[in-house]
C-alpha cells in the first residue's frame, strides 16, 4: 500500500506561482510511475503532469506545458509540481497519483493509477 499526502495548495493571484507537493508513506515510489491530476467543480478529472519512474522523462496536459514542471526526489519519496502563470483557468483541487509497482511508464487516463492522495486545493483569483 501506498499513501500519498498532498501539499501546498492556496489561493493565488492570477501569474502567480505555487509549488505542490506529495508525499508517500508505506511503500518506495522508486519503482513507479507518478502523475498530478485535477478536477474542477463539474468537470471531469483531467491529467496535469506526469514523471517515470525515474524522473529522466516528463509529460504535461498541453494546457500546462511551459508554465508547470513536474519532479520527483526518490531518496525523500516526494514528488512536486511547480506552477507558474497560474490563471483562473488553474483552479481545481489538485491529487497526486501512484501506480502500483513495476508499472514505469506515464499514461493519462486516472484509471490506469492505484493510489491517490486526497488533494490539494488551489485557488486562482483574477
Known amino acids: 500500500q501506498v499513501q500519498l499526502v498532498e501539499s501546498g495548495g492556496g489561493l493565488v493571484q492570477s501569474g502567480g506561482s505555487l509549488r505542490l507537493s506529495c508525499a508517500a508513506s508505506?511503500?518506495?515510489?522508486?519503482?513507479?510511475?507518478m502523475a498530478w491530476f485535477r478536477q474542477a467543480p463539474g468537470k471531469e478529472r483531467e491529467f496535469v503532469a506526469g514523471?517515470?519512474?525515474?524522473?529522466?522523462?516528463?509529460y504535461y496536459a498541453d494546457s500546462v506545458k511551459g508554465r508547470f514542471t513536474i519532479s520527483r526526489d526518490n531518496a525523500k519519496n516526494t514528488v512536486y509540481l511547480q506552477m507558474n502563470s497560474l490563471n483562473p483557468e488553474d483552479t481545481a483541487n489538485y491529487y497526486c497519483?501512484?501506480?502500483?509497482?513495476?508499472?514505469?511508464?506515464?499514461?493519462?487516463?486516472?484509471?490506469?493509477?492505484?493510489?491517490w492522495g486526497q488533494g490539494t486545493q488551489v485557488t486562482v483569483s483574477s
Open positions: 514523471v517515470n519512474w525515474s524522473g529522466a522523462s516528463t
Open positions: 497519483a501512484a501506480k502500483r509497482s513495476g508499472m514505469v511508464v506515464v499514461t493519462m487516463t486516472p484509471g490506469d493509477y492505484t493510489y
Open positions: 508505506g511503500r518506495i515510489i522508486s519503482s513507479r510511475a
